[in-house]
């Protein structure tokens, strides 16, 4: 896969996934960890998006 070097020398996957439109309380759990399970490294999410406390929840 390719990465990308950032300004502050950290690189980061080219390819992310995205949990945009993804609904909190438990989908948005479920696809972050199934797609961390299936090799995805960069999770894309915002503020915004209204579902961060499912991308950073853990058991």
């Known amino acids: 896969m390719e990465i990308f070097?950032?300004?502050?020398?950290?690189?980061?996957?080219?390819v992310g996934f995205g949990v945009?439109?993804?609904p909190?309380?438990?989908p948005t759990y479920d696809a972050?960890?199934?797609?961390l399970k299936a090799g995805y490294r960069?999770?894309?999410t915002?503020?915004?998006y209204m579902n961060?406390?499912?991308v950073g929840k853990s058991d």
Do not use: R, V, Y
């Not at 070097?5 to 080219?14: R, Y």
């Not at 972050?32 to 797609?35: E, K, N, P």
């Open 5 to 14: 070097e950032l300004n502050n020398k950290q690189t980061i996957p080219a």
């Open 20 to 22: 945009f439109m993804i």
């Open 32 to 35: 972050t960890l199934a797609a």
């Open 46 to 48: 915002a503020a915004g």
């Open 52 to 54: 961060e406390s499912d």
């Open 24 to 26: 909190n309380d438990g």
């Open 42 to 44: 960069h999770i894309d």
